[in-house]
């Protein structure tokens, strides 16, 4: 498939405003909760992407982007934002650009180059002029803990030996003008990064990338395998290298096309509270956590700059299209290296990502050589590689289902779930399973040991061809010419 490289933000938007999917909002608004309440609505009724362009309080020129990679507002191609943003046509079904993930990790890296002069430095504050006040972060819920500066951006770090430079994704607060906090969690790679620098006893340098050009914040949520530079991946993905630039007060290189770039430090030991704010699962749950601070030595942006904002949680939003697309192409690529018989796996959005659905072909037996004799036995193979980390950390259930079912149609999948699966002897459940603090029906004791349940479901159809039923679809029931002929009569 063609892929067009849109290599900053601003081209992203041209290319929404030609869709008909960028709505100005030119009238003054506030930070506190009314840019998050714009926000929501407009995820929720996937209305065009909000850009605000008069922050109330703040000079003119800064500009806040809401629901930047969310489900567009084109009734006829609602992946549009991610299909743009991964230069794809706009059109393409979710399937195909899972597809076009999963085959570029079979391709191999592209490092970015280091240019001089980048847009992202057009200006340079240094020292006490380093501060956060002067950018509309919003207060995005009401009973989120405080303003998160990054809700769609890049936390860029190095390991010390600088073998492996990580792009991720994770919340952080700011906490006054020069401080921030955020999450770093052990399991995830910027916690491995984190903990080779507390090894080391020195604290980690870092760089919050805002605004970057639209497939970085994708990637950076990919969860690609540990090691993996991101910038390589998708040099690879675009067939030519990614353009970065040297941070100002860090050894650390940036998307030369960035909007805002925070520079600094992780502390090794100083901590605040952060928390709680709305999220994925969609719910402002859980109580303040310390959290390591993120002190600031720089802030680097260009003229006008716009700021990102996802209001996280009830489905569709960013965590959920990005989290979608991109762990479902790392779901198929680990199930097909398994030597599995699939067509397709596809992390749920409107589940919040917590049921990964997989679709197998008619002759899987005969795909698998004999190796599963029950659609239950393969029913729990395909959940166990699909449960894996670094995907399974999102999951809680697994469906397994023919491929004449569409998994990314709802009204397909729900059919298909509840005409085929056996309501006892289709649920298997998977015990010892890793679970994440952030689902809200695991006890608090499955939460600190950080293992739980989870369930996998069998809507498979008899493999032998006599006792399958017939579907009344139109696409499976009909022969080709009474398709066409009804075509011709009703187009």
């Given amino acids: ?141 009401d009973g989120d803990g405080g303003r998160y500066v990054n809700t769609w951006g890049a936390i860029v770090v190095r390991t010390p030996d600088g073998t492996w430079t990580n792009w991720s994704i994770a919340r952080i607060m700011k906490v006054d003008g020069r401080t921030m906090a955020g999450m770093i969690n052990p399991p995830q790679d910027l916690g491995k990064i984190f903990k080779l620098w507390q090894e080391r006893g020195e604290p980690m340098p870092y760089a919050l990338v805002q605004g970057c050009e639209p497939a970085v914040p994708f990637v950076c949520g990919m969860g690609l395998p540990s090691g993996v ?20 007060t860090v050894d650390l ?98 589940s919040a990502v917590n049921l990964l659905a997989i679709t197998v072909p008619r002759d899987w037996r005969e795909r698998s050589a004999g190796a599963f004799t029950t659609t239950r036995m393969l029913t729990r193979a395909l959940a166990r590689v699909g449960l894996r980390a670094k995907v399974g950390f999102w999951l809680s259930r697994v469906l397994v289902l023919d491929d004449d079912i569409d998994p990314t149609d709802l009204r397909d999948l729900l059919w298909g779930f509840a005409t085929r699966c056996h309501p006892g002897r289709g649920e298997l459940r998977l015990e010892d399973e890793r679970v994440t603090p952030l689902h809200i029906f695991y006890s608090q004791e499955e939460i600190l040991s950080g293992s739980g349940p989870k369930t996998a479901y069998d809507c498979l159809l008899p493999w032998e061809p006599e006792k399958r039923p017939r579907s009344t679809a139109f696409k499976d029931n009909f022969t080709e010419p009474v398709r066409r002929r009804a075509l011709e009569l009703w187009p």
């Fill in 253 to 350: 290189e940036v998307p030369a096309s960035a909007e805002i770039v925070i520079e600094g430090h992780v502390s090794l030991d100083e901590t605040v509270p952060e928390g709680p704010m709305g999220e994925f699962l969609g719910y402002v749950s859980g109580q303040p956590r310390q959290r390591n601070v993120f002190r600031i030595s720089a802030i680097t942006h260009r003229d006008d700059p716009v700021l990102p904002v996802v209001s996280a949680g009830k489905p569709v939003e960013e965590d959920h299209t990005g989290v979608g697309l991109t762990y479902s192409a790392v779901a198929l690529t680990n199930l097909r290296e398994s030597g599995l018989p699939v067509t397709a796996a596809w992390m749920v959005p409107e």
């Fill in 1 to 141: 498939m063609t892929r067009k490289h849109l290599k900053s933000l601003r081209e992203y938007l041209d290319a929404l405003a030609e869709l008909g999917d960028l709505r100005e909002v030119a009238e003054p608004v506030d930070t506190e909760l009314e840019i998050g309440a714009v926000i929501r609505r407009a995820v929720e009724r996937n209305d065009p992407a909000p850009l605000f362009t008069a922050v109330t309080g703040h000079a003119p020129g800064f500009r806040v982007l809401g629901n930047p990679g969310a489900l567009s507002s084109l009734p006829g191609a609602r992946w549009a934002r991610a299909a743009l943003s991964l230069g794809l046509p706009v059109d393409s079904h979710p399937l195909e650009i899972v597809e076009e993930l999963a085959g570029a990790q079979q391709l191999t890296p592209i490092a970015p180059v280091i240019v001089e002069d980048a847009p992202c430095q057009q200006n340079v504050l240094l020292g006490e002029d380093a501060t956060l006040d002067a950018f509309p972060v919003p207060l995005i819920h």
């Fill in 229 to 248: 530079d991101e910038a390589g991946y998708l040099g690879a993905f675009f067939g030519e290298a990614l353009e970065t630039v040297r941070c100002k």
